[in-house]
């Protein structure tokens, strides 16, 4: 039986911060987006008081100063260390883990029957926990959809301890498909709930028992399939869901072991343009790049090393001029000499819709004139691309120190990346 | 003027990264190749060493005296590994009053306990406050100024 599981990390980027900061644990911390302009990330406790994702930080600032609550810049770095870790983990209890965001993954399990499963997910929930110190809740089922839903189980339901398993077909699933509002679906819209409302589809499970071909006559292939997933016909593959929004990927292997910087430097800036376009395509913005190289895993007589680091973006963006600096900076740092690497990748993460651009207005000033001006630089490049072939008009290599200031005056130590940022212990 | 303020005629060259590579290339002009080609290119690496388990092994710096007897001082550089299972014997990483400590895990009598290197501090009993393991010390850098 083929099983698919999703691990998704509690308030990922505040356990992070708690990891190293035990006083944190228990309080109400939210985590500010770029230059500390709006909340991105909050604890159960912050959500308690009323707190959205969204709030601008400077109305928060009253309980800050009366020490009600804890705000921190986002320290992506650390972020992106704790991610790979938890993925790492993951690693030891399947052989395909795919990253879906910085803190989802999915994990495939096959071949276990269900008694053994449940054990399975079990030692891995409290595993990623121990080893890392990251909270999860393990969802696993025959499709993606459903292990969405099951994780949010996990989640939700304290009865489930944080794993939760939905078989095809079983009552249990049936009940909880029943519970299930449609926009609680993945990949259910509000446009899309209020419209299968008026055919009197409300709940998972009636969009599970309508007929496939139906909803693909009146909706479309996409609704279709998240229709089968529900019945536990998977029909998603990872392919379909990087055009989820959440995150944009190009990786490639470089066709050859190499441990040439530059030739590598190359291609970390083609993969690193192939991103940007494909995120201006869908009309969006990128937070922060990930960068990362694999050695080969196959080659155990080879020295291994196979590193990844994420960098925040000053501001939200689609402009490839921004992006190729960051995922550049991040090569740089996390290149060494003396392995011989095979593949590479760079990932954008955290996107926003271009429209939600407002939000980052209160992020980093930047000025129409100069916003549209990148704009148009960028139309013209992907158009000169489109027509006349990739790659007719390429970036060169930015100013090295070009403007990369950032307001983090909140940010934590990058305990697990910087020799000069490790955590103190005492002996006392 | 100082010695340190001379400038040397001849820069030195820059000192080799241990560990040396074992082998650089053929053994002189002969034409046979090196009997320690099929070496090449491996190295020592400490993190192999000491590293056993990366993605649950975290790095710590030490403030505070109490732990010199142990053989742990300031400034020393902690291997944290969160996936050992804590023994007695065993220095710890340990959540006390939400502070990050390092102590050693002891057994007095058959009461658990966190002690440290120095008397001036008594034993904490694990029966009766708050405590969290945050992992097990593998090992300990110190670097001596040079």
Same mark, same amino acid.
């Given at each position: 039986m083929s099983m698919i599981g999703l691990v998704d990390c509690n308030s990922f980027y505040v356990s992070c911060e708690r990891v190293f900061q035990?006083?944190?644990? $228990?309080v109400p911390v939210g985590v500010m987006s770029n230059n500390d302009g709006c909340v991105i990330a909050l604890s159960n406790e912050l959500k308690a008081l009323g707190i959205k994702m969204g709030t601008p930080a400077f109305t928060l600032q009253p309980l800050v100063r009366s020490g009600q609550i804890h705000l921190l810049s986002s320290n992506y770095e650390l972020y992106g260390d704790m991610s790979q870790r938890v993925q790492a983990v993951l690693e030891e209890f399947s052989p395909t883990v795919e990253p879906y965001s910085i803190d989802e993954m999915f994990v495939r399990f096959d071949g276990f029957a269900h008694a053994p499963l449940l054990e399975h997910a079990r030692q891995l929930h409290h595993k990623v926990r121990r080893f890392t110190g990251i909270p999860v809740c393990v969802g696993v089922a025959p499709t993606r959809t459903l292990a969405k839903l099951a994780n949010r189980a996990a989640k939700k339901i304290p009865a489930y301890q944080g794993v939760c398993i939905l078989h095809a077909g079983s009552a249990e699933t049936r009940n909880l498909l029943q519970k299930t509002? *449609?926009?609680? /679906?993945? $990949? /259910?819209?509000r446009r899309l709930v209020e419209r299968l409302a008026l055919m009197g589809i409300k709940s998972a499970w009636d969009l599970a028992q309508a007929n496939p071909k139906e909803i693909r006559r009146r909706f479309s292939v996409t609704l279709e399939r998240t229709a089968q997933e529900l019945r536990g016909v998977p029909c998603i593959e990872m392919i379909d869901l990087d055009?989820?929004?959440q995150r944009i990927m190009t990786s490639r292997s470089f066709g050859k072991l190499t441990d040439d910087l530059d030739e590598i430097r190359e291609a970390t800036r083609q993969y690193g343009q192939r991103s940007a376009e494909k995120l201006r395509r869908q009309n969006g913005l990128a937070k922060a790049v990930l960068v990362f190289l694999k050695t080969? !895993? =196959?080659?155990?007589d080879l020295s291994q090393y196979s590193p990844s680091l994420v960098l925040e973006l000053p501001r939200p963006t689609a402009d490839s001029r921004e992006i190729l600096h960051a995922a550049g900076l991040a090569l740089e740092r996390i290149y060494r000499k003396g392995y011989l690497y095979q593949k590479g990748g760079v990932m954008l993460l955290d996107l926003i819709g271009a429209d939600r651009q407002q939000l980052s207005l209160l992020d980093t000033p930047q000025s129409d004139a100069e916003r549209q001006r990148s704009q148009k630089l960028m139309d013209v490049m992907d158009t000169l691309n489109r027509r006349m072939g990739r790659d007719t008009v390429k970036l060169g290599m930015p100013t090295p120190?070009?403007?990369? =200031? @950032?307001?983090?005056?909140?940010r934590s130590d990058r305990s697990t990346t910087r020799w000069d940022e490790l955590p103190k212990v005492r002996a006392l | 003027m100082t010695l340190v303020n001379l400038i040397p005629a001849h820069p030195e060259p820059p000192p080799l990264a *241990? !560990?040396? !590579? *074992?082998? @650089?290339?053929?053994? $002189?002009?002969?034409g046979f190749p090196s009997p320690a080609q099929d070496y090449e290119g491996r190295t020592l690496d400490l993190n192999e060493r000491l590293v056993k388990r990366p993605s649950a092994t975290f790095f710590m710096s030490v403030t505070g005296d109490s732990m010199e007897r142990l053989g742990i001082h300031e400034g020393d550089l902690l291997l944290v590994d969160r996936s050992l299972e804590p023994r007695p014997g065993h220095i710890l990483v340990a959540l006390i009053d939400g502070e990050i400590t390092v102590k050693r895990y002891e057994l007095r009598g058959k009461v658990p306990c966190l002690c440290?290197?120095? !008397?001036r501090y008594a034993p904490i009993p694990l029966v009766d406050i708050e405590c969290q393991v945050w992992g097990v010390v593998r090992s300990v850098i110190h670097e001596y100024p040079v």
């Open positions: 035990p006083r944190l644990c $228990g509002e *449609l926009g609680d /679906v993945w $990949g /259910v819209g055009e989820a929004r080969n !895993p =196959h080659r155990q120190g070009a403007a990369w =200031h @950032l307001r983090c005056a909140h | *241990l !560990p040396h !590579p *074992l082998a @650089l290339g053929r053994a $002189g002009l002969s440290s290197g120095n !008397p």
